[in-house]
């Protein structure tokens, strides 16, 4: 694994993906899609033809490409409409809830 690879594998939060690669970003668009976005950013980078292969200068220049696709893609667009995660996919972005479902489970409780 690449020294970039290990440093980046300590990293716990979006900011610090985005901070680090330099990619400016709305704190706001962060707040609701920080998530999808290190997903995006993971998709992309697996989709990169020869990163394992890379020297660390060269997978740094992709990654802060691809971090920078994966935040544009939801700074006009939404989480369902990018349907990064299965839920998404799933259900097309919405989420159905019965009536009956409703009512079974509030006489439960």
Do not use: W
Request: contains cysteine; proline residues 1%.
């Amino acid at each position: 694994m690449s020294d970039l690879l290990k440093y980046m594998s300590t990293f716990s939060a979006a900011e610090e993906f985005l901070d680090y690669f330099q990619v400016s970003y709305d704190q706001a668009v962060v707040n609701v899609n920080r998530l999808h976005i290190l997903k995006r950013f993971n998709q992309y980078l697996r989709a990169t033809p020869g990163t394992a292969e890379m020297d660390d200068g060269t997978l740094h220049g992709v990654c802060k490409e691809t971090l920078n696709k994966a935040y544009s893609d939801f700074v006009n667009s939404t989480a369902a409409q990018e349907r990064v995660f299965k839920v998404f996919q799933d259900t097309d972005g919405k989420q159905h809830v019965s009536l009956d479902s409703m009512r079974s489970a509030l006489s439960s409780r």
